[in-house]
Every structure is written in C-alpha cells, then in structure tokens.
C-alpha cells in the first residue's frame, strides 16, 4: 500500500489549507480495513495527531485543532482529504497521512504559511 500527500506548499495567514492522501496498491477494500489519520511535524517539534477517519467515516480530532480540521474520504474511497481552516505561520509543518495500525505512512509535504 502506498500514500501520496499532494497540496499546495505555500499559504498565506487566514487561508484554508486542503490537502489530498492519494492511497494505491493493496485490494479494492483496502480503505475499509483501516483507520487513516493525518499527522504534522513543525519544525523542530515531534509528530502531533491531527484527526482520523474510520472506515465507517466516522472522525476523531486532536482537541487543538478540532474547531479548524475536517477530515473525509472521496467518493473513489482511494482519496482522503484534510481542510484545515484559518492557518497561521504555526501551521507551518510537514503533513502525513497514514494508516498507524498497519504502519503504512506517505512520504509527506511541506506546507508553509507566511504572509
């Protein structure tokens, strides 16, 4: 199985970030068997949990950001989406996605925000 986060790399304060976990390989349920997360890093920081999505589409956030993070999975189940709303120069991180129960992880992107 593997991911591939894409989005844009640069934002200004106040835009809404979208970013997209394209999932290939395994079978056609793959996307059924697990729960996929989105994770950063800021720099210099470790990994924080940004939410999940279960097979059933349910979703859990990292309380932090709840009020700004949405999660969801395209109509093709190979797609996920984050949308993180009014970000600011702290949002600056490398973004993953990831299925952490089966250790499968993208390679991740960089996204910046400056004005």
């Known amino acids: 199985v593997q991911l591939q986060e894409s989005g844009p790399g640069l934002l200004k304060p106040s835009q809404t970030l979208s970013l997209t976990c394209s999932i290939s390989?395994?079978?056609?349920?793959?996307?059924?068997?697990?729960?996929w997360s989105w994770i950063r890093q800021s720099p210099g920081k470790g990994l924080e949990w940004i939410g999940y999505?279960?097979?059933?589409?349910?979703?859990s956030y990292n309380p932090s950001l709840k009020s700004r993070a949405s999660i969801s999975r395209g109509t093709s189940k190979n797609l996920l989406t984050l949308h993180l709303a009014s970000v600011a120069p702290e949002d600056t991180a490398v973004y993953y996605c990831?299925?952490?129960?089966?250790?499968?992880w993208g390679q991740g992107t960089q996204v910046s925000v400056s004005s």
């Open positions: 990831a299925a952490l129960g089966a250790g499968y």
């Open positions: 999505i279960t097979y059933s589409d349910s979703t």
């Open positions: 390989g395994g079978s056609a349920s793959t996307t059924d068997l697990y729960t």
